[in-house]
Nanobody, 121 residues
């Protein structure tokens, strides 16, 4: 099992930056994929940024060029650097991890409890 804890959310003015961190309870080297999702009131949860253990990265079109996802295997953390924040980025941001059991090949999905990001104009 994997436990995920997000941190780094807060209030920032438009054009500012925030750095979100997701701490995992086990080595992220064994996790197949990790990512950041967000959900604004009245909207569905959407993928913001994702990466695999092989280093492949995906970003939502709305954040390309502004957000960067990275991982630190030694610290078991995945980070999301968010620059040039806009009010439209306001949402609860969730850390996600997917793990495939090596023996059974069953996929497990884990979620953090979320951290609020609010961008004022």
């Amino acid at each position: 099992q994997v436990q995920l804890v997000e941190s780094g959310g807060g209030l920032v003015q438009a054009g500012g930056s925030l750095r979100l961190s997701c701490a995992a309870s086990r080595s992220i080297f064994s996790i197949n994929a990790m990512g950041w999702y967000r959900q604004a009131p009245g909207k569905q949860r959407e993928l913001v940024a994702g990466l695999t253990s092989g280093g492949s990265r995906d970003y939502a079109d709305s954040v390309k060029g502004r957000f960067t996802i990275s991982r630190d295997n030694a610290k078991n953390t995945v980070n999301l650097q968010m620059n040039s924040l806009q009010p439209e980025d306001t949402a609860v941001y969730y850390c996600n991890a997917e793990l495939v059991d090596a023996s059974t090949r069953v996929r497990y999905t884990y979620w953090g409890q979320g951290t609020q990001v609010t961008v004022s104009s």
